[in-house]
């Protein structure tokens, strides 16, 4: 009790010897209120909703300057005067001692600031309880710690005069460059998903303001180290300050390099969920991406070899491509920690032991990139313009500028080794505009055109590039022209080309689900009822085994609500005798393209063999046989 009650008398000592700030706060408080008035005085225009954010500045200002400057005041001007002898004689302890003149500086930092935003919380309660939330109060703190901190400890050290502080500042870079590596290397593996967010926390629960908060209660902590060890010595106390701070500082920021390489050291054998939506890059290699074990929401990405555990490791946030025969994959590496250097990377994945290939090739930005069939020339787009290279030799082979009035490139397809027809929309995703790149002659032509009445993200080019389908319309893929309207407001259809200009829609209406394929005139040919295969959430053709036989991924609805992971059937449908033979159950399908172009049969890569994940892990399933052949234990907790 009698050490809680000298701790209270040196905090109100310290709050009366500097009352003035308080008074200063709450003149600073009316200027929000007065601002409406004042301002039309002046001919400025403000309205009352700009109280509460000019309330909010003015307690954030008086946070951050009462902060420093009783911080670098409390502590270190009474060493430098030698009055802090004065505590010690009474006696008091050294931590009552700098608990009470820590209390004493956070009673007037709150204090003040609570004063500052009251007249507007009164009057103009409306605008100014908004910013009463976690994320403005957790911002307010932060800041308010920091800066406590730094001025605690810069109100010693830069009072002792002492040769430590030359050290001090040469370890302040060192130690923001070390923490930022930490900071940016969670950031770009999380790709905006926090990992405290995984573990049970909001959104709003900001790794920022944490970090900063931190940051400021190392020094504050460091300050008191320096007083309870060095008493009335300012030089002893710079020691002290000096060795705690640096200590701890280094320990926070080791522990977040630390946490940081494990997180991002990964590998297939910590995914404990494989999510949806990845792809089987050819017969060897799986493009896998999931949920990390232990890492909240972090899901790395890898190119896989399941049967020899060989991996690569993807960056994050960074477009992969695989061609369609499943013969190479290429990517962009950011080789600079300030961004502005991209390198292009390939990968044989014909090969059981393929190592990435570092290119010559490099741009200041990604760029988006489409490869040929076969993998072998690959085109960039990058702001309004366009690139060809051969990836066998790394060889640039012709750039073209495109016309401004094409604005986002929706697809590309290569009609052969020197032809790409490339497909752009224009303002909000309207008048799509055709062209032909002739990477021989080094030409860009535009040769169709088409007026959409509105956006649309579903663009799909049939295999030879005589038919465009965007939305449930198709079009001439040359010249624009409308062939025909599958639209139907009642009905989320989906085109998906087959081969010899065929396409396939799937009709679910209620409890019945109808497989319909058209001819290359546009004429419907046959209707295959899918009744037996009960109530669908949904379905897509996935894969065209051969010229007359589809297989289709299927997603039931369980008692009227969403399926669960694992709960997709692969059928397979033969369009001569429309028999529908269940193949996989309760599997979730590694499509090479899930919602996209068909799976073309004639392709190395398109075996009637497609992986999946099941409760067990990866398998591959023989569509043609119904067996199912094991391959790895990976996403499976």
């Known amino acids: 009790m009698k050490n809680i009650k000298s701790l209270l008398t040196v905090a109100i000592t310290e709050v009366k010897s500097r009352s003035s700030l308080l008074g200063a706060a709450l003149v600073m408080g009316f200027f929000p209120v007065l601002f409406p008035t004042v301002g039309k005085v002046f001919g400025l225009t403000a309205n009352y909703n700009d109280v509460g954010i000019i309330a909010y500045a003015i307690a954030l200002c008086c946070a951050v300057g009462f902060s420093l400057l009783v911080g670098s005041s409390i502590l270190g001007t009474d060493l430098a005067s030698r009055r802090m002898s004065f505590y010690f004689i009474r006696p008091l302890s050294s931590l009552t001692v700098w608990g009470g003149k820590l209390l004493g500086a956070l009673?007037?930092?709150?204090?003040?600031?609570?004063?500052?935003?009251?007249?507007?919380?009164?009057?103009?309660?409306?605008?100014?309880?908004?910013?009463?939330?976690?994320?403005?109060?957790?911002?307010?703190?932060?800041?308010?710690?920091?800066?406590?901190?730094?001025?605690?400890?810069?109100?010693?050290?830069?009072?002792?005069?002492?040769?430590?502080?030359?050290?001090?500042?040469?370890?302040?870079?060192?130690?923001?460059?070390?923490?930022?590596?930490?900071?940016?290397?969670?950031i770009t593996a999380y790709r905006g998903s926090y990992f405290l967010e995984g573990i049970g926390f909001s959104r709003n629960f900001d790794p920022?303001?944490?970090?900063?908060?931190?940051?400021?209660?190392?020094?504050?902590?460091?300050?008191?180290?320096?007083?309870?060890?060095?008493?009335?010595?300012?030089?002893?106390?710079?020691?002290?300050?000096?060795?705690?701070?640096?200590?701890?500082?280094?320990?926070?920021?080791?522990?977040?390099?630390?946490?940081?390489?494990?997180?991002?050291?990964?590998?297939?054998?910590?995914?404990?969920?494989?999510?949806?939506?990845?792809v089987?890059?050819?017969?060897?290699?799986?493009?896998?991406?999931?949920?990390?074990?232990?890492?909240?929401?972090?899901?790395?990405?890898?190119?896989?070899?399941?049967?020899?555990?060989?991996?690569?490791?993807?960056?994050?946030?960074?477009?992969?491509?695989?061609?369609d025969d499943g013969s190479r994959a290429i990517w962009m590496e950011e080789k600079s920690f300030l961004g502005g250097d991209f390198q292009l990377v390939k990968m044989n994945l014909k090969d059981d032991v393929a190592k990435p290939v570092y290119t010559s090739v490099r741009f200041p930005q990604s760029g988006s990139?489409?490869?040929?069939?076969?993998?072998?020339?690959?085109?960039?787009?990058?702001?309004?313009?366009?690139?060809?290279?051969?990836?066998?030799?790394?060889?640039?082979?012709?750039?073209?500028?495109?016309?401004?009035?094409?604005?986002?490139?929706?697809?590309?397809?290569?009609?052969?080794?020197?032809?790409?027809?490339?497909?752009?929309?224009?303002?909000?995703?309207?008048?799509?505009?055709?062209?032909d790149f002739d990477i021989k002659d080094k030409k860009l032509t535009q040769v169709g055109q088409i007026t959409l009445p509105a956006y649309t993200y579903y663009w799909k080019v049939s295999q030879d590039g005589e038919k465009l389908a965007i939305a449930n319309i198709i079009y001439n893929g040359k010249t624009g022209e409308k062939l025909f309207d599958l639209s139907d407001a009642k009905l989320d259809r989906r085109i998906q080309f087959i081969d010899n200009g065929r396409f396939t829609v799937i009709d679910l209406v209620g409890a019945e689900a109808k497989l319909r394929v058209f001819s290359k005139d546009n004429v419907e040919e046959q209707s295959i009822s899918l009744g037996t295969m009960g109530k669908l959430q949904s379905a897509y053709v996935s894969s065209q085994i051969s010229e007359n036989e589809l297989a289709l991924n299927l997603c039931p609805l369980v008692n009227n609500t969403y399926s669960s992971y694992y709960r997709w059937n692969i059928v397979t449908v033969n369009l001569k005798t429309q028999a529908i033979t269940l193949r996989g159950e309760d599997v979730r399908p590694m499509n090479t393209n899930h919602w996209g172009s068909i799976l073309?049969?004639?392709?190395?890569?398109?075996?009637?063999?497609?992986?999946?994940?099941?409760?067990?892990?990866?398998s591959r399933l023989d569509l043609t046989s119904g067996q199912q052949e094991f391959i790895s234990k990976l996403g499976i907790e």
């Not at 103009?124 to 001025?151: W, Y």
């Not at 929706?410 to 009609?415: G, R, S, V």
């Not at 392709?603 to 994940?613: D, G, L, M, R």
């Open 107 to 186: 009673a007037l930092i709150f204090g003040g600031s609570l004063i500052a935003i009251t007249p507007s919380a009164i009057f103009f309660t409306q605008s100014t309880k908004q910013f009463f939330t976690l994320d403005h109060i957790s911002a307010f703190t932060s800041m308010t710690l920091l800066c406590l901190g730094l001025g605690l400890v810069a109100g010693i050290i830069f009072r002792s005069r002492s040769f430590l502080l030359g050290l001090d500042l040469a370890l302040v870079p060192i130690t923001i460059v070390l923490g930022l590596v930490a900071f940016f290397r969670i």
């Open 208 to 278: 920022v303001a944490i970090i900063i908060s931190i940051v400021g209660l190392v020094m504050i902590v460091s300050s008191g180290i320096g007083l309870v060890l060095g008493r009335t010595d300012i030089k002893k106390v710079h020691r002290a300050v000096s060795a705690g701070l640096w200590g701890l500082m280094m320990a926070v920021v080791l522990s977040g390099l630390s946490f940081s390489q494990w997180v991002v050291s990964a590998s297939p054998k910590d995914i404990v969920q494989i999510h949806s939506g990845y």
């Open 280 to 323: 089987a890059a050819g017969d060897k290699w799986l493009l896998v991406s999931g949920r990390a074990w232990g890492r909240g929401q972090y899901s790395p990405v890898f190119l896989l070899n399941p049967k020899t555990d060989e991996y690569v490791r993807m960056p994050e946030s960074r477009e992969i491509n695989i061609s």
């Open 369 to 435: 990139w489409k490869l040929s069939k076969d993998g072998l020339r690959a085109i960039v787009t990058r702001e309004q313009l366009i690139t060809a290279f051969d990836l066998n030799e790394d060889k640039e082979l012709a750039t073209v500028h495109v016309p401004n009035q094409a604005k986002w490139l929706t697809n590309a397809i290569f009609l052969n080794s020197d032809l790409v027809r490339l497909y752009y929309s224009g303002d909000q995703g309207k008048d799509a505009r055709i062209f």
């Open 600 to 618: 073309d049969y004639s392709q190395e890569n398109a075996s009637s063999k497609p992986y999946f994940i099941n409760s067990k892990g990866i």
